[in-house]
């Protein structure tokens, strides 16, 4: 595989800081917030709250946020039979102005949104976003660039600390370990991503795959499949420790990837693809 690494003022660095948060699209958020927050023991984000139009809450795993979401109406909004899925990655930048400069400058195509307020918590939260056009594809994946009108490490720092104290919740979960996400051309989607996220350790390794590292620990990694946010993987202290904690709280598991990863069982996690992996 040949990406090119270099412009004419030098390598290409990565315009994302990390993960703010992984949007999840289910019928009933309600029901994984809870999942995620209750029998997965995480600390939340911001409480489950909205309209009829649109529910969300949010749990924090240790380096950024997995968001339960429906919308009804909006551009994100799938038909109403569609599955559950992850179904978008928000980015932060190390500053959201000039990321999106150098998206024009790389010739990344994005629309920004107008920007948008809502309410967590009783705070009023104000978003800035640049969807990507590409690779995004709606409605799903989808991938934007966002920054809030806040401390945007406040919520990071209040969810570290809540898992601390709470011995990294019953299953140990230290973070967000991988995004795996599927594309039908990886040399042709390769090429896309390392305009937005540089030089990739992996790149010519493989054909069928290619990761990079982001600032928060997350490894983002592109393979050949059907164009989808195909799996997360959660880091743990222990896998033998979690899986004994989610036998225990009577969510099913199999072991995954030549014994090294457990897998919760899509029947159990609402038809997602969670792995979890050992991180000590």
Same mark, same amino acid.
Request: hydrophobic fraction near 40%; glycine fraction near 8%.
């Given at each position: ?11 290409? /660095? ?5 993960v ?8 009933e958020?309600g ?14 984000? !911001? ?5 009829? %139009? ?38 932060? /930048? ?11 400058a ?14 967590h ?5 104000? !978003?800035?976003?640049?969807? @990507?056009?590409?690779?995004?594809? @709606?409605?799903?994946?989808?991938f ?13 720092r ?80 222990? @896998? ?26 899509? %029947?159990?996690?609402?038809? @997602?693809?969670? !792995? ?5």
């Amino acid at each position: 595989m040949t990406v090119a690494t270099t412009t004419a003022d030098g390598p290409l /660095t990565s315009l994302i800081r990390r993960v703010h948060h992984v949007p999840t699209y289910v019928p009933e958020p309600g029901k994984l917030y809870e999942f995620l927050s209750v029998v997965l023991g995480l600390p939340v984000s !911001w409480s489950m709250g909205g309209n009829d %139009y649109f529910r969300s809450g949010a749990v924090f795993v240790g380096n950024c946020s997995i968001e339960a979401v429906r919308y009804a109406r909006s551009s994100l909004a799938p038909k109403p039979d569609t599955p559950p899925m992850f179904q978008a990655v928000a980015f932060e /930048t190390h500053g959201f102005r000039a990321a999106i400069d150098e998206l024009d400058a790389r010739e990344l195509g994005h629309f920004d949104v107008p920007p948008s307020t809502s309410i967590h918590d009783d705070e009023e939260l104000t !978003w800035h976003v640049s969807m @990507l056009r590409e690779p995004s594809s @709606l409605p799903a994946p989808v991938f934007f660039l966002c920054e809030l009108d806040h401390d945007i490490d406040a919520p990071r720092r209040d969810g570290s600390e809540s898992l601390e104290q709470a011995g990294v919740g019953p299953l140990g979960i230290v973070g967000l370990a991988e995004i795996v996400v599927g594309v039908p051309d990886v040399e042709v989607a390769a090429a896309l991503w390392h305009r937005l996220l540089g030089p990739s350790p992996t790149t010519g390794s493989a054909s069928d795959r290619v990761s990079w590292e982001l600032d928060d620990g997350v490894r983002f990694t592109i393979e050949a499949g059907p164009r989808s946010i195909r799996c997360l993987r959660l880091a743990v202290r222990s @896998l033998e420790a979690a899986q004994a904690a989610l036998r225990e709280r009577g969510v099913r598991t199999a072991l995954a990837g030549g014994g090294h990863n457990i897998r919760v069982s899509p %029947y159990d996690a609402f038809g @997602l693809n969670i !792995w979890l992996t050992e991180r000590p």
